[in-house]
């Protein structure tokens, strides 16, 4: 899910000095390096095996899709494609390729690698059909040739075939309306099939219920025909990625991007104001006067287009599969409290899994106002009477768009809960690699904190990809719907479609299998000499046309 799972030789740089390991060493250039902190390592480079925007962050200036968002909005333009078109009444979609493109590795882009990219994701075995491996090709495309896990769909991919080098066409098995504004997706980008092969990108296994990814191409080796080039990672230190000289398009501004994993707002906050970094992401909302009080500083702001939810595990002996205790929790997070008190102005409280800015939004579904007392009496007419006792997790060492902070998002639920006849076990784990993958698999306790920034302009990237088959993360049962939202993706007439995902929003704030709670802005801080620096409304950053200095 995009979370739906980063020294410095010394050198002066307007602005501070750099630490001694990032290695940046010699005299500046026509075209600078910018250093930019994230929140975290990737988890894997190879963007078809995660669903965190701290992987896709890097891997999305590496390599390129199909098509892709205009930067800065949510509007699907050409990119590797440069026209297309669907028939078979929706089931085939032909492409055309962009001429005289080349992977990083040398070899060409053409309409043999799309079909091997497409083929690549629908014939993964084993363990690479996990939940916590592949959660987007799941999402979208439901199953795999031959399904060994039980839950997943028939497959939505039917064949891939060239019609020449520059055209290609995809066959589904029937008609879908998320198939298309998918493919902006990083996880559906297209990667070498050479460096694929050579360096084992299908090498995995679980190891504890968890996907581990045992190949060395998605650490050392990421190949695709993006503005940069992979250079090294270092976990806990730096990716540094290199200008694509040979790039198809407009080439990239800079000669390096360097990206530093730093786990705190309040340590990236420094690292701008130190000079270590000239950019950063996940700036806290009430460091936002601290940054403009700073003639060499400005706040960059991203569009709300996520959503922070307390996912409801059901299943065995869970009291969540209990409505009534499930309402409960509703009614006993102080939802409102956390948004004022952590958010800073640039939040609001979510009444349902999309953000108002999209088609589906309903305002008749039900909503549940902090409520201590009525969440004590649905408790004592539950199966599960006050003290309701319940694990609760959250992440640690992150901090996500729609979460700055979770500790105390954390802390402030655990005590409304608390207030409400709940008895709440605390449990945290890193972020990377142990957070999102239990959370994905299901193991991360009766509660836990997470969220979704929105990865493509559709409905189905928020409600369908959780709750349009049963998915592990929740363990939640309910046909109808599952069938409201399956019906929705396959519907190809947008009035239609729009009917639908309000019914399953009015659906899914009944039953309840998680409580969304926060829609909000994200903040970047940068020096004001750091321009044309792009914050998607997804979530990622365009480093494409960025200029420092």
């Keep these: 899910?995009?979370?739906?799972?980063?020294?410095?030789?010394?050198?002066?740089?307007?602005?501070?000095?750099?630490?001694?390991?990032?290695?940046?060493?010699?005299?500046?250039?026509?075209?600078?390096?910018?250093?930019?902190?994230?929140?975290?390592?990737?988890?894997?480079l190879?963007?078809?095996?995660?669903?965190?925007?701290?992987?896709?962050?890097?891997?999305?200036?590496?390599?390129?899709?199909?098509?892709?968002?205009?930067?800065?909005?949510?509007?699907?333009k050409p990119r590797l494609a440069i026209r297309w078109k669907t028939s078979g009444k929706g089931k085939i979609w032909t492409f055309w390729l962009r001429r005289g493109v080349k992977f990083h590795d040398g070899t060409p882009f053409n309409a043999s690698a799309v079909c091997f990219n497409f083929?690549?994701?629908?014939?993964?075995k084993g363990p690479f059909q996990d939940a916590s491996a592949t959660?987007?090709?799941?999402?979208i495309y439901y199953g795999f040739k031959h399904n060994e896990v039980a839950g997943l769909g028939a497959p939505l991919y039917r064949s891939c075939s060239a019609r020449g080098p520059y055209k290609v066409s995809i066959r589904l098995r029937r008609p879908s309306g998320t198939f298309f504004p998918s493919l902006v997706v990083s996880s559906f980008a297209m990667q070498s099939p050479k460096a694929l092969k050579q360096y084992g990108a299908d090498e995995g296994e679980l190891r504890n219920g968890t996907f581990?990814?045992?190949?060395?191409?998605?650490?050392?080796?990421?190949?695709g025909t993006g503005p940069f080039k992979f250079k090294s990672w270092t976990v806990g230190q730096k990716v540094e990625l290199v200008r694509n000289g040979d790039y198809w398009g407009n080439k990239a501004k800079i000669d390096r991007l360097i990206i530093r994993p730093i786990g705190t707002s309040t340590g990236r906050l420094q690292a701008l104001q130190n000079g270590e970094v000239n950019a950063y992401d996940l700036a806290a909302p009430q460091d936002a006067a601290t940054i403009r009080s700073n003639s060499k500083l400005k706040v960059i702001t991203r569009p709300p287009f996520n959503v922070a939810y307390v996912t409801i595990h059901q299943g065995g002996n869970s009291p969540m599969n209990d409505i009534k205790v499930r309402q409960a929790v509703a009614y006993g997070l102080n939802k409102q409290a956390v948004v004022s008190q952590f958010y800073f102005g640039v939040g609001k409280v979510a009444k349902e899994f999309?953000?108002?800015?999209?088609?589906?939004?309903?305002?008749k579904v039900e909503t549940y106002p902090y409520n201590p007392t009525k969440a004590r009496q649905l408790l004592n007419s539950s199966s599960c009477h006050v003290p309701c006792k319940v694990d609760f997790w959250y992440p640690t060492g992150i901090s996500r768009p729609y979460m700055p902070d979770p500790a105390r998002n954390f802390q402030a639920f655990s005590a409304s809960l608390e207030a409400s006849g709940f008895q709440v076990t605390a449990h945290s784990a890193p972020w990377r690699p142990t957070y999102v993958a239990?959370?994905?698999?299901?193991?991360?306790?009766?509660?836990?904190?997470?969220?979704?920034?929105?990865?493509y302009g559709d409905p189905d990237n928020f409600v369908g990809t959780f709750f349009k088959s049963p998915n592990p993360?929740?363990?939640?049962?309910?046909?109808?719907?599952?069938?409201?939202?399956?019906?929705?993706?396959?519907?190809?007439?947008?009035a239609k479609r729009v009917k639908l995902y309000r019914q399953a929003n009015i659906l899914i704030m009944k039953y309840l299998p998680a409580v969304p709670y926060a829609h909000s802005l994200s903040l970047l801080g940068a020096e004001k000499r750091v321009h044309n620096l792009i914050a998607e409304p997804t979530g990622g950053t365009f480093f494409q046309y960025v200029t420092v200095g």
């Design 1 to 44: 899910m995009r979370r739906i799972a980063l020294k410095f030789g010394l050198i002066a740089v307007a602005g501070g000095i750099l630490l001694a390991t990032l290695g940046l060493g010699g005299a500046s250039t026509a075209r600078p390096t910018l250093v930019y902190g994230g929140s975290a390592d990737p988890t894997y």
């Design 46 to 76: 190879d963007p078809a095996l995660v669903s965190d925007g701290e992987s896709f962050r890097v891997t999305a200036a590496i390599m390129e899709g199909l098509v892709y968002l205009k930067p800065g909005t949510t509007k699907v």
């Design 119 to 124: 083929n690549r994701w629908y014939n993964w």
């Design 135 to 139: 959660f987007y090709y799941q999402a």
């Design 212 to 223: 581990v990814v045992t190949g060395s191409y998605a650490f050392s080796h990421p190949t």
């Design 354 to 363: 999309i953000p108002p800015s999209l088609p589906g939004w309903s305002d």
């Design 438 to 455: 239990k959370v994905n698999e299901g193991s991360a306790g009766d509660l836990n904190l997470i969220g979704w920034s929105g990865d």
């Design 473 to 494: 993360q929740f363990n939640f049962q309910n046909p109808a719907i599952f069938n409201v939202l399956t019906r929705a993706a396959n519907e190809a007439n947008y």
